[in-house]
């Protein structure tokens, strides 16, 4: 047995399922420490929803080479075994019972005796700021409240590992950055590890430790919030962490970090290279963001460019401009310094400026 | 026909289509439907509670066929029938059609296990009670009697309770059987604490519908009493027979509308008041 502190609190590898002659997931591998806020992001179809029912137990995998939680195979253990829990997407809540009965139903199951579990359940209920509706029935629930006991539900009988679904997906755009600090505080109360399930790198980037960004049932690319959204590898995981600019090219040269990349047009400019495999001569993508773009003096080191147009978007300005390398999508505060001044050479820092393989997709 | 006179032509049959009289025709229409539907019932009851029933008349009004049908105990038979085997087969109606109706939502393609389930609703009562007659006497060589009655009985009210706790099944979320399986529940507790409850007020309007249809059966029992009788064949005989019975018959019949009725009214007042409220 290894030292229980370091043993991951959940561990799968190469899991692979197929529904049908549809692949959901081909060898897939991810492992949480305790206490551990992870991510598993990706579009739908991407199999972050199966990874997370294989992990419950919902789902019985073609095949997994090792599944574990809390040090327990847990392989061929039923879903009603296993030591994790699942907030659901739609909530599930039990629309006969009332709030605290949900609460307390885990408890009940486990023989707790009835005071105790009315004891915990309140106490769960006060976690997310519900006990003064413990009596309620679920149908005089808001969205943001059945979410709430969704999750005290999910934690009250104190599983190792909480499993989220996409659990934020249904309620407003601000109950839903409310509800991310709050997720972040009960986590880190709780000490529990987390596995969520998004679709939006911007939940991705807010509360987690760790992301894993699926396509196609693989892992794309995973690591710190700020790897992924700063340090893209691939064209696709760029776009998806929201680059808007990329550019194809050549790569000419390389040292250690950084390379030169020949543009269409011909214009060489620099950027940071993110995998260290990339050699000189390989078809590479030059990404950057809108907002990391701007304005600097002729003969400095970027890109001459007319502008072609300007729509103002309230917070900020987008603009176009047409460069030899293509057309460049700029976006300025408003109000910045400098919003006013017309564009004649656009340029950026060489860390902004990203260097990946042109996979072709 | 000049081409204007032709517009005009055109022109009135719009307006009698557009015509206020057809709103008003299917308003009186419904009336008349119902009256058709309750008045019968209304004299029924009315001869009932009246002296000399027979006239046609209501009044000067009595209880004393009331009193004479609690005097004959000639009914009490056929009625205990009729009770018990509706009992049977609505208990048995229920239990069925929980364990098919839960199965139907997690079919692939249920239309046509569903169609031949249901087309016992539309086949004629004599094809069916004369087909289990068959069966029952020349086949299987049984005597026939309350269990070829009962039988024949719950093959007709399968389908009615089938389809009513479809109502219920096809709008169970069956992401709460993921979630009491993930909460640790077994899948009997699942059942038990999550599923039943919740399927509750079909099932049992399933067995209230499945006991009143049994209980109101007669084509199918004519085939397949034997010589038993049922509640309905009883007065249907005695009602024949021109006999100094009939008076109470009406009471009879009164007093089994006033069970129905209710019943029925439970049944959909738990199907669509109650289960709304879920």
Known sequence: ?361 | MTDATAAHAAHTRREISYSPAWKALGKWAGYLMLALIYFPLLWLVLLSISRDPLSGIPGPFSLQHYRALFASDAWHMPMLASVVIGLIVGLISAVTATIIGRAVPTMKRPGQVLLMFVLPLFVPGMSMGAALFIFGRSVLGLDLGFWSIAVGHYVWAFPYALLIVLVVTLRFDRTLIEAGRDLGASDWQVFRDIEFPILMPGIVSAGLFGFLMSFNEVMRTIFLRGTDETMPVWNWIQAAAQQSQVPIIFSLSSIILLITLPLLSAVFWLLFVRLNRT
């Open chain 1, 1 to 361: 047995m290894t030292d229980p502190t370091t043993e991951p609190m959940l561990e799968v590898t190469d899991v692979v399922h197929k529904y049908g002659t549809v692949t959901a997931l081909s060898n897939v591998s991810l492992s949480a420490q305790k206490g551990e806020f992870l991510t598993i992001l990706g579009s739908s179809g991407s199999g972050k929803t199966t990874m997370l029912r294989v992990i419950s137990g919902l789902e019985t995998p073609y095949s997994v080479k090792r599944l574990r939680i809390g040090g327990e195979d847990v392989t061929d253990v039923p879903a009603a075994k296993r030591r994790c829990t699942t907030v659901f997407q739609n909530y599930a809540l039990f629309p006969h019972m009332s709030v605290l009965e949900n609460v307390a139903y885990g408890l009940r199951i486990r023989k707790v005796n009835a005071t105790d579990a009315a004891a915990q359940a309140r106490r769960a209920l006060a976690m997310v700021q519900l006990e003064a509706k413990a009596d309620r029935s679920i149908r005089q629930l808001s969205g943001g409240e059945r979410q709430r006991v969704a999750l005290a539900r999910a934690v009250v009988t104190r599983p190792l590992v909480l499993l989220l679904d996409e659990p934020l997906g249904a309620l407003d755009e601000r109950l839903r950055q409310d509800m991310q600090l709050e997720l972040m505080e009960l986590q880190r109360k709780l000490d529990m590890t987390f596995v969520y399930i998004t679709h939006s790198q911007e939940e991705a980037l807010t509360m987690s430790d760790r992301v894993v960004l699926m396509r196609h049932g693989k892992i794309e690319q995973s690591g710190r919030p700020l790897d992924l959204f700063d340090r893209p590898q691939t064209r696709f995981a760029a776009d998806f962490m929201g680059y808007e600019n990329i550019l194809p090219g050549r790569l000419i040269e390389r040292d250690a970090t950084l390379g030169l990349v020949e543009l269409a047009g011909g214009t060489r400019v620099r950027g940071t290279l993110t995998n260290a495999a990339l050699q000189t001569g390989d078809a590479v993508n030059l990404a950057l963001r809108a907002e990391r773009i701007g304005a600097v003096a002729a003969g400095a080191e970027g890109l001459d460019g007319t502008l072609s147009s300007k729509v103002y978007r309230g917070k900020y300005t987008d603009m176009l401009v047409e460069t030899p390398a293509g057309q460049l999508r700029l976006r300025s505060w408003h109000g910045a310094p400098g919003e006013t001044e017309t564009l004649h050479r656009l340029g950026w820092k060489v860390e902004d400026a990203v260097i990946f393989a042109a996979d072709g997709t």
